[in-house]
């Protein structure tokens, strides 16, 4: 029985100096798309700075999102032209899908990944954790 409280007093004591664990996410943050519409376009003026967050080139993360917008687009040097008018709060959440399929690591969570081609398919690779997930590429 002495035995047995001691324990749960020692173990108590190492709860309570183990360090607080931070929330993966919080410390990766994807910014918010910034921009203006402009006649029957959408201008969007912070897609390269997103890309970059998301250590991801700008034409991939474009063209997934004029697949899943469905609508025609040109990339300019200083941001991007959709060709309808689309709402910011639905390209944010086109890119928070294009961040879970193609960034986040499906087993660790962290945003500390590559896209590997081999062949005709596409893996994501965790620099965290080592793991390799197929990415469904949709046709």
Do not use: W
């Not at 993360?61 to 941001?79: I, S």
């Amino acid at each position: 029985m002495v035995e047995e409280e001691e324990y749960d007093k020692m173990l108590t004591e190492a709860y309570e100096r183990l360090p607080e664990v931070n929330d993966v996410r919080m410390r990766f943050e994807i910014p918010k798309v910034t921009g203006h519409l402009q006649g029957n376009r959408t201008i969007i003026s912070n897609l390269h700075q997103i890309a970059s967050t998301l250590h991801r080139p700008v034409e991939h993360l474009f063209k997934y999102l004029l697949k899943e917008l469905a609508t025609p687009g040109d990339l300019k040097k200083n941001g991007a032209i959709i060709g309808t008018k689309v709402a910011a709060s639905r390209i944010n959440e086109k890119i928070e899908s294009y961040t879970e399929e193609f960034v986040l690591c499906a087993d660790c969570g962290k945003p500390d990944t590559k896209l590997l081609k081999e062949g005709n398919y596409l893996f994501k690779k965790c620099l965290a954790c080592g793991a390799k997930q197929f990415v469904k590429t949709k046709r």
